[in-house]
Nanobody
């Protein structure tokens, strides 16, 4: 499966962004999908994930209550709605997919497919 992100950009603190990920392949609905991010000088971190049939959903504590992950399997897309953005949300956001699942879903090593990333910058 190939993944292409879009929707990043520059936004002010408190603003919102909606990231989208377009997936290729007819079997995308058999994959878990997720979002990770990596800020300059920091390790890649888990943001959110969603099951193959649009549920269940999982969120990092840092975005819980501010982020919503969703998917449309008919369109092969996954989205991440981010609200009340903070400067610490600034990072490159990556879409990911996997058919593997386990208690360490927050680990990037579990995910086999990645997009090229989209930059999100939150100005203070």
């Amino acid at each position: 499966v190939q993944l292409v992100e879009s929707g990043g950009g520059l936004v002010q603190t408190g603003g919102s962004l909606r990231l989208s990920c377009a997936a290729s392949g007819r079997t995308f609905d058999t994959y878990f999908a997720g979002w990770f991010r990596q800020a300059p000088g920091k390790e890649r971190e888990f943001v959110a994930a969603i099951g193959s049939e649009a549920g269940p959903t999982y969120y990092a504590d840092s975005v819980k209550g501010r982020a919503t992950i969703s998917r449309d399997n008919a369109k092969n897309t996954v989205s991440l709605q981010m609200n009340t953005l903070k400067p610490e949300d600034t990072a490159v956001y990556y879409c990911a997919a996997t058919r593997r699942w386990g208690p360490e879903y927050y680990s990037g090593s579990l995910w086999g497919y990645w997009g090229q990333g989209t930059q999100v910058t939150v100005s203070s």
